[in-house]
Nanobody, 126 residues
C-alpha cells in the first residue's frame, strides 16, 4: 500500500500552470514535513519545495522560487504545489515525500527517508 498519492500532473504549454496534490492514503500527513521533488529523464532527483507540518515554514529551490507555491490543508490531508509560468525544463516526474522534521522542512532529497509517492508526470511542451 502506498501511503502517499500524487495527482494533478499532465501536459501544459510553456507559460501555463498546473496544480499538483499529494494526498495521504489512509495515512495522516499532519505530523510530517512534506517535500516535493522531481526527476527528469537522465537527471538526478532534485528538491523543489517543502512545507513544515504546521504549514508555517516553506522553502523553495532556486528554480521554483517565485513561480511555485506550496500549501497544505491538514483537514483535507493534502499538500499542494501550485506551479505557474511553467517551461520545458520543468518537465519531469514529480514526487512527494515525508520527513520527520519538527517546525521546519528541507528540500534535500537525502532528508526524506520514510515515505514516497509513486509520482505524477508533468510535461511542458508546445
Amino acid at each position: 500500500q502506498t501511503q502517499l498519492v500524487e495527482f494533478g500532473g499532465g501536459w501544459v504549454q510553456p507559460g501555463g500552470s498546473l496544480r499538483l496534490t499529494c494526498a495521504g492514503n489512509r495515512f495522516n500527513l499532519d505530523v510530517w514535513a512534506i517535500g516535493w521533488f522531481r526527476q527528469a529523464p537522465g537527471k538526478e532527483r532534485e528538491g523543489i519545495s517543502c512545507i513544515s507540518s504546521s504549514g508555517v515554514i516553506t522553502k523553495y529551490s532556486d528554480s521554483a522560487e517565485g513561480r511555485f507555491t506550496i500549501s497544505r490543508d491538514n483537514a483535507k490531508n493534502t499538500v499542494s504545489l501550485q506551479m505557474n509560468d511553467l517551461n520545458v525544463e520543468d518537465t519531469a516526474v514529480y514526487f512527494c515525500a515525508t520527513a520527520p522534521f519538527d517546525r521546519t522542512c528541507s528540500v534535500a532529497v537525502g532528508d526524506y527517508t520514510t515515505y514516497w509517492g509513486r509520482g505524477t508526470q508533468v510535461t511542458v511542451s508546445s
